[in-house]
């Protein structure tokens, strides 16, 4: 009997063993299996945050503004490239204050404005440096929906260009006003003079009428030089292109400067090769020989010379030039003798008359036909004015 019943309870321990086992395995393998679904979720949830921060980060970095990016204290976390670029990052400003990457105590006071304003727009500041640069910055704190602060975002935009166009149009309103206002004065003058009685003296009438019709023409001059420089700029004018007999045009036009030349007893030149043909707008270039030649007559030195000439250049291009033995270009009116309006010598401008337009509007028929335009001058050495100018194809 005992032998028996031995038998039967190792049978049963056994099979409580075997079951405990085969539950325990299967345990096991549940587990590794949820251990492997996390896994698997975590590797995905992790590939998943490196894919929408590289996203991110591929967003910030093909920004043409600058973003910058702070924690709640206050300390850069990114700045991407355009802002690199923009404010001349070159070193690692992570983890570093405004006011230590940068110096600009402006920025760094509205970095703390954030948190009490929230959101600031329109921001305007000069950038320092040795040239004018200006930035719009737009600012906004980031909070969670209890309102508590994580850090802050600015986005800035290069305004500089914006400034300098502003000023451009300020400086040419001022300028036209300016040219404006001295012909109409002076006409004004003189009819008030004319009519409290002066009219009725010959003498006096036709000596105020003659300088009424001189300055009126100056005010005609004044505005047709107004809208060609203006239909220049827009692309408005439509140039004629065809084969031009250089020294032909140029010669067309000392014909009609030779009176002024021989009231200073100034020699005009014409050394431009007989054959040489440009692919160019025959009126416009007139107007370029015209405004160039007459520049030399009025600065220039009396009984001198007034040249002009040509060659085929290096790169396959007529550059002409107009040369006078005058008293020359200081060093630091060269960059801007093409600007409107601009005048080396005011005083001396005002005297021999001309609207200030007539360098800008070569620089713009030249640039329409594709070529260049730039001075060579010394003080008391004269000056030489060069443009470039297409071949006429054969």
């Known amino acids: 009997m005992w032998p028996l019943l031995t038998f039967l309870a190792a049978a049963l321990l056994l099979g409580v063993h075997l079951w405990w086992k085969r539950k325990h395995a299967l345990m096991l393998a549940d587990y590794r299996s949820r251990t492997d679904e996390l896994q698997n979720l975590r590797q995905e949830r992790v590939k ?46 992570h983890d570093q204050t405004i006011l ?19 959101i600031v727009r329109g921001f305007e500041l000069e950038l320092p440096g040795m040239e004018e640069q200006w930035v719009e910055v737009n600012a906004a704190a980031v ?29 040419f309103v001022a300028n036209v006003s300016h040219e404006l206002r001295t012909p109409l004065s002076l006409i004004k003058g003189f009819v008030e003079t004319l009519l409290e009685g002066a009219k009725d ?47 032909e045009e140029a010669q067309r036009v000392y014909d009609d400067l030779a009176s002024r030349a021989q009231e200073k007893n100034v020699t005009l030149c014409n050394d431009l090769p007989e054959a040489m043909t440009a692919r160019a707008d025959s009126d416009r270039l007139q107007q370029v020989f015209f405004n160039l030649v007459e520049n030399a007559l009025k600065y220039g030195r009396s009984e001198g010379h007034v040249w002009v000439g040509a060659r085929e250049n290096e790169k396959g ?7 006078d033995d005058g008293p020359g270009i200081p060093e ?17 401008s005002r005297d021999t008359g001309g609207t200030g337009l007539g360098l800008s509007i070569v620089k713009h028929i030249v640039q329409a036909h594709g070529g260049e335009v730039w001075v060579k001058s010394e003080i008391g050495e004269g000056s030489t004015f060069f443009l470039t100018l297409p071949q006429a194809e054969e």
């Not at 602060?149 to 500089?160: A, E, K, N, P, Y």
């Not at 001059?221 to 004018?237: A, H, K, P």
């Not at 005048?343 to 001396?348: E, N, P, S």
């Open 48 to 93: 998943e945050s490196s894919q929408k921060q590289a996203q991110q980060e591929a967003l910030l970095n093909s920004m043409v503004e600058g973003v910058l990016v702070l924690d709640a204290a206050g300390r850069i976390q990114l700045a991407n490239p355009s802002l690199e670029k923009l404010l001349n990052i070159s070193k690692n400003v």
């Open 100 to 118: 230590e990457a940068f110096r600009i105590q402006e920025l760094s006071e509205l970095a703390k404005r954030l948190p009490e304003e929230k």
């Open 143 to 171: 909070l969670d929906r209890s309102g508590t602060l994580h850090g802050s975002i600015l986005v800035f935009r290069d305004l500089t260009r914006i400034k300098q166009l502003e000023n451009t149009r300020q400086e």
């Open 201 to 247: 003296d010959p003498e006096l009438n036709t000596r105020f009428l003659k300088t009424i019709e001189k300055h009126t023409d100056r005010l005609t001059y004044l505005i047709e030089d107004l809208l060609t420089i203006s239909r220049l700029e827009s692309g408005q004018v439509l140039m004629n292109f065809h084969p031009v007999n250089l020294r």
């Open 317 to 323: 291009k007529i550059e002409v030039w107009v040369r």
């Open 332 to 348: 630091d009116s060269k960059e801007r003798i093409f600007e409107r309006f601009y005048r080396v010598d005011r005083a001396r």
